[in-house]
Structure formats: structure tokens, C-alpha cells
């Protein structure tokens, strides 16, 4: 069955550093996702992609992030300068269509900011 | 702002026995209700889908309930077994609008033999 993956499970990276996680949605999709989970705490909308744009991005997604679909499969979320705040786990998701269609998501990386 | 609240929040459940997982939304109007499992470090796995219209979804062991009148979603688990151990969300699709998944926290189940 097809799934979406992520890499690297887990990635530790210093304060200020970037960071790139990366997602190979499943082939078919159209919609792509973005979401992060701080420990302990609820799944959080970071942004969502379709058609080579951001479609809706949240209040957390600020200057410090991008997205890019840089070819026809990954899927990529970019830190450009991490915070400590950061440290969460980061899902991909993507789906068929909006709305009422699932989202399938990803295993999830796991960042920590040192 | 749509909300989800769940509970409990969490819950240790001997192996075999049953359990209910309650869930209160404000989402209005929606498009669906779903219940996932997210096993420890994994990403969140959709077990039942729920429209308006529906009061009741089964898969397996798991059944949910909807009531939209009162916005609650229940999700019972039978004869519970380990690998059952897990975080349930419940996520609810606004029907308008940007149609942003709204989370609940999850309600942690620990099964022991």
C-alpha cells in the first residue's frame, strides 16, 4: 500500500542552524501538508501546498520557513535559522483532494534544537 | 476558533476489557469527524470517518459514535489488546472556509497485560 515517508527519522541540529526535512508524498496526491507536534501537545497546521504554491499557511509558519516541491516527489520543509522552539516533531501529509478527502500522513521526523 | 477537546486525557486499561474515549467539538458547520491512532513516534493513522448525517462507524474492535446535535463523538474500543496502546485524535474538518483539520489533543491509552 502506499505511504508517505520522511527523512531522517531524527535529525539534532544546533541553535541557528538550518534544517531541511524531507517528504515523498504518495505518487497520486495533490495537496501537500505540513504539520508539527511539540511534545506533549496537540498536532499543529503549519501550511499546505497544491499546484506548485502555498494554498494556506498557519500563524507559525513566519519567515523562518519554506516549502518546496523542488521535483516530482519530494516534498521539503526548510528552517532557515532554528530556535529552540523548534524541537517538535514535524509529519508530512498529503491527500487526493481538500476537504472531506484523508490526509495520509508520514512517520515524522523528529528535530531537536540544541 | 474551532475547538477539540478530548478526554480523558489519559487512561491505563487491563487487557480484554473495554474502554470509551469521549470527544467535544465546537466545528460548525463540518464536513467530517475522524478518529486516528498515533502509535508512540509514528504519524496519526485514520480509523473511522464520520459525515454529519452518520451516528455510527466501526473497524474492527474500534467503534465510533456521533452525535451533531450535542457536537460529541465517542470512539469504544473492545476486548482491548496491547498493541491497542496508543494516542487517539479526534480531527474534525470545518465544512467552510479554509477547511483546516482541527485537532483535539488525543486521549493516551496504555493497555497492561
Known amino acids: 500500500e502506499p505511504e508517505v515517508t520522511q527523512t531522517p527519522s531524527h535529525q539534532v541540529t544546533q541553535m541557528g542552524q538550518e534544517v531541511i526535512l524531507r517528504c515523498v508524498p504518495i505518487?497520486?496526491?495533490?495537496?501537500f501538508y505540513w504539520y508539527r507536534q511539540i511534545l506533549g501537545q496537540k498536532v499543529e497546521f503549519l501550511v499546505s501546498?497544491?499546484?506548485?504554491?502555498?494554498?494556506?499557511k498557519s500563524e507559525i509558519f513566519d519567515d523562518q520557513f519554506s516549502v518546496e516541491r523542488p521535483d516530482g516527489s519530494n516534498f521539503t520543509l526548510k528552517i532557515r535559522s532554528t530556535k529552540l522552539e523548534d524541537s517538535a516533531m514535524y509529519f508530512c501529509?498529503?491527500?487526493?483532494?481538500?476537504?472531506?478527502?484523508?490526509?495520509?500522513f508520514g512517520p515524522g521526523t523528529r528535530l531537536t534544537v540544541t | 476558533k474551532n475547538q477539540v477537546e478530548q478526554s480523558p486525557q489519559s487512561l491505563i486499561i487491563l487487557e480484554g476489557k473495554n474502554c470509551t474515549l469521549q470527544?467535544?467539538?465546537?466545528?460548525?458547520?463540518?464536513?467530517?469527524l475522524r478518529w486516528y491512532k498515533q502509535d508512540t513516534g509514528r504519524g496519526p493513522v485514520s480509523l473511522t470517518i464520520?459525515?454529519?448525517?452518520?451516528n455510527t462507524k466501526s473497524n474492527g474492535r474500534y467503534t465510533a459514535t456521533l452525535d451533531a446535535d450535542t457536537k460529541q463523538s465517542s470512539l469504544h474500543i473492545t476486548a482491548s489488546q496491547l498493541s491497542d496502546s496508543a494516542s487517539y485524535i479526534c480531527?474534525?474538518?470545518?465544512?467552510?472556509?479554509?477547511?483546516?483539520?482541527?485537532f483535539g489533543k488525543g486521549n493516551q491509552v496504555v493497555v497492561i497485560p
Open positions: 501529509a498529503s491527500s487526493v483532494g481538500q476537504g472531506g478527502y484523508e490526509q495520509y
Open positions: 470527544c467535544n467539538y465546537t466545528v460548525s458547520p463540518f464536513s467530517n
Open positions: 480531527v474534525v474538518t470545518p465544512a467552510y472556509g479554509n477547511n483546516r483539520l482541527a
Open positions: 505518487s497520486n496526491h495533490l495537496y
Open positions: 464520520m459525515t454529519f448525517s452518520e
Open positions: 501546498f497544491y499546484n506548485n504554491e502555498i494554498s494556506e
